[in-house]
């Protein structure tokens, strides 16, 4: 922090905007890493501009109270213009509500279409007779419950559901037995409002594995029903309940060993078995959070966003929490993980509070500091080190445009190793050998990307350096384990983006110049080393 | 699993999409551009210091107009900017024709939520809205329109386009009028 100036109010807040080049940000970000001063300025603003949001979003609220229904625009926007505005804007409005009349025609076609679809299915899933087995699991405000797939009147080991029963019977829904094809169409059949979806589910090889059947209503309080059926025996697998204002209910088959206590016997065949022992939910386990990990991988999401995996205090569930996701982007990775057991995706929760760079663990949120080579020293009037950077690359131009692309490489290359280092944090060898082989091989899978892709960044680096001779000479090194190299490569990774940040964007002078290359070359070398035998650990 | 952007941490209120990009008549989007963002847009209006009837009725109007534009085979590249531009426009005159001129503030107290959760939260949360509120009422109107547009999910370059003034000095002004909201907050 010595040598490095505090950044203004202007600067942190266009920081916090966003609307900062990638090289300011990479600055700003490493500079906030040691500089209690700025992170406590930037805290602040972002405490007053979240204060505003509140305030704005409550004005909104008021305003939405105060406002008379809005008119679509194919119906109603006319009345509502100055009368002077009328005659001119007449044909506008009514070409709007002929192309409006003919998509509402397209959409209740597409409707329609979906609805016969949804009746052939249930049709053919209700007479094929299948009937979930095992048991249900169900998900409520935090809550998991097991309970037989159908109860019956003599079925005394059922669990204490609270409020479902009743809720379920309030919108005519048959509780005994809630991932019935049948039940899904009784409910179905009552409503005079509703919208029907189906969506095919596809597996990772493109085959329709399943079918999820979705209908709302704006009337009752099941609001939509989401219910899944396998594609080739259409069998339920599991049901969405939307219940306004209850909330969401998850119901999915379980097989039945899932809700025994371990060693314990099958609580379905012990009705006299105590309510508390039987209905335990099941821990998170490593392959839980393993399967967290791939989805993410598989959605791009673990390197380059902000998102956090963790277990929750009671190591019940994983938590998937972010900051500033987009809601598009959001949604996406929701849905990944609709239909996962024992994973909760909290994008509000842990948004406000902690390190907003998301690196929270101990291992990685106060990193020491590393050695980065010289300190910068220049003093008035002694010559700089860029000017020697600016003939290397052929001209400030053109040394510009390389600074920016390796700056901007040089971030990818840490949120890559972050990830793969997370991953070792997350896996130590003891867990790793408690996952099943397939999930060992899951595991292998992602290591083997993110460690190949470093190599790939790592090139890229070497490629855009060579003006400034910097020649990098990888060698094979022998690492512990992957993990203990995975820390290795995040460590020599940070030191890396910090060495470069400083020689491309510090005024270094030009004595401690060529010492600063040198480091780069070590740091961008054993980047490479590292992460070849990352990779081929993973082979 | 790294944050590297700190755009991405932005304007965490949002919850709608935001209308971006060029638009024509012969994509089915107005309606949905129209449903995406009259409330926000109405929500401006009414700090610009309409009566919700009113903003209700502009809101509607822009819609018009940006039909109206597409129509005539205007371009337009950044539909949200324009949208907003173009309310602000109408805003500003239907306030200045309807004599609205002594209501250039909004009756901000009556924002102040009371539904919180202990008679502790209520206080701590009227105390501070308040307080925010005399803020907002210090800002100049330039810096306070920054700060509408940016919780409307709008970038400076955007801002600037709606304002007519640089996104250098959207900067500044935000900078300012965040500043002012720390202070009073802090006290």
């Not at chain 1, 009345?79 to 009514?94: T, V």
């Not at chain 1, 597409?110 to 009746?119: A, Q």
């Not at chain 1, 400083?502 to 780069?520: C, F, H, I, R």
């Amino acid at each position: 922090m010595d040598n490095q100036r505090h950044y203004s109010v202007e600067e942190l807040m266009g920081f916090l905007d966003g609307e900062l080049s990638a090289k300011e940000i990479g600055s700003i970000d490493h500079h906030l890493r040691a500089c209690a001063r700025c992170s406590s300025e930037l805290h602040d603003l972002r405490t007053a501009a979240d204060s505003y949001g509140h305030l704005r979003n409550e004005i909104l609220r008021n305003t939405k109270a105060a406002l008379s229904p809005w008119r679509p625009l194919s119906t109603g926007a006319v009345e509502c213009i100055p009368a002077r505005k009328l005659g001119n804007s007449f044909r506008i409005w009514w070409s709007i509500t002929a192309a409006c009349v003919l998509m509402a025609c397209v959409i209740a076609w597409l409707h329609g279409s979906d609805s016969r679809e949804m009746g052939r299915l249930l049709q053919r899933a209700a007479s094929t007779g299948t009937r979930p087995v095992g048991r249900l699991r169900i998900r409520t405000h935090g809550t998991i419950l097991f309970r037989p797939a159908i109860l019956t009147r003599t079925d005394e080991s059922s669990p204490p559901t609270g409020s479902l029963p009743v809720l379920f019977e309030q919108a005519h829904y048959n509780w005994a037995n809630p991932l019935s094809p049948r039940s899904f169409a009784d409910w179905h059949g009552r409503l005079a409002d509703k919208q029907d979806r189906v969506t095919a589910l596809r597996d990772h090889s493109g085959a329709t594995a399943a079918f999820q059947l979705r209908t709302t209503t704006r009337s009752g309080n099941l609001r939509a029903v989401a219910l899944t059926l396998a594609a080739d025996t259409l069998e339920p697998r599991e049901g969405r309940f939307d219940f306004q204002p209850d909330g969401l209910v998850d119901i999915s088959v379980t097989p039945a060993e899932e809700t025994r206590p371990e060693g314990g016997p099958n609580p379905i065949s012990t009705p006299a078995r105590a309510p508390e022992k039987v209905y335990t939910a099941s821990p998170a386990s490593p392959e839980d959070e393993l399967r967290v990990f791939a989805a993410l991988h598989a959605l791009g999401a673990d390197a380059e966003e902000p998102i956090e995996v963790r277990l929750d205090a009671e190591k019940s569930h994983v938590l998937v929490t972010g900051i500033g996701i987009s809601p598009a982007r959001r949604k996406e990775i929701e849905n990944a993980f609709s239909s996962m057991p024992r994973v909760v995706v909290a994008f509000d929760r842990g948004s406000d509070s902690g390190d907003s760079r998301g690196y929270r663990d101990e291992s990685f949120a106060t990193p020491p500091p590393v050695d980065t080579g010289p300190a910068t020293s220049n003093s008035p009037g002694e010559p700089l080190f860029r000017s020697v950077l600016e003939m290397q690359a052929g001209g400030s131009e053109k040394l510009q445009a390389i600074v920016d692309s390796t700056l901007e490489t040089s971030s990818a290359a840490l949120a890559r190793a972050h990830a793969l280092g997370t991953l070792a944090h997350e896996f130590s060898t003891p867990t790793e050998s408690t996952l099943g082989a397939s999930r060992q091989n899951t595991l292998r899978r992602i290591r083997s990307d993110d460690s190949r892709a470093l190599v790939d960044i790592g090139n890229k680096l070497a490629k855009d350096l060579a003006p400034f001779r910097i020649q990098t000479a990888p060698r094979e090194i022998a690492i512990s384990s992957w993990q203990a190299g995975a820390a290795a490569l995040f460590e020599n990774t940070r030191a890396l983006d910090q060495l470069l940040n400083k020689m491309l964007a510090e005024n270094l002078s030009k004595q401690d110049g060529p010492n600063a290359v040198e480091a780069t070359r070590r740091r961008l070398s054993m980047l490479l080393s590292l992460a070849s035998a990352e990779e081929a650990a993973a082979q | 699993m790294t944050a590297s952007a700190p755009d991405l941490r932005r304007k965490a209120n949002m919850t709608e999409p935001k209308p971006k990009g060029e638009l024509s008549t012969s994509q089915p989007g107005i309606e949905q551009v129209y449903r995406e963002t009259r409330d926000s847009m109405a929500g401006y209006l009414v700090c610009l210091g309409l009566p919700a009837s009113q903003a209700q009725e502009v809101t509607q109007e822009v819609f018009l107009r940006l039909h109206q534009a597409l129509r005539n085979g205007q371009k337009i590249q950044d539909v949200r900017a324009w949208l907003f531009r173009v309310a602000h426009n109408l805003g500003l005159n239907t306030r200045a024709r309807e004599r609205y001129r002594n209501l250039a503030d909004p009756d901000w107290e009556r924002f102040v939520n009371p539904e919180t959760n202990s008679p502790e939260d209520t206080a701590l949360s009227r105390e501070r809205s308040q307080l925010l509120i005399a803020a907002l009422k210090d800002l100049s109107p330039q810096q306070r329109n920054c700060l509408f547009l940016r919780a409307e999910g709008l970038r400076y370059r955007e801002i600037a386009e709606v304002l007519r003034i640089k996104p250098s000095t959207v900067g500044e002004f935000l900078t300012r009028a965040i500043q002012r909201l720390t202070e009073a907050l802090h006290g």
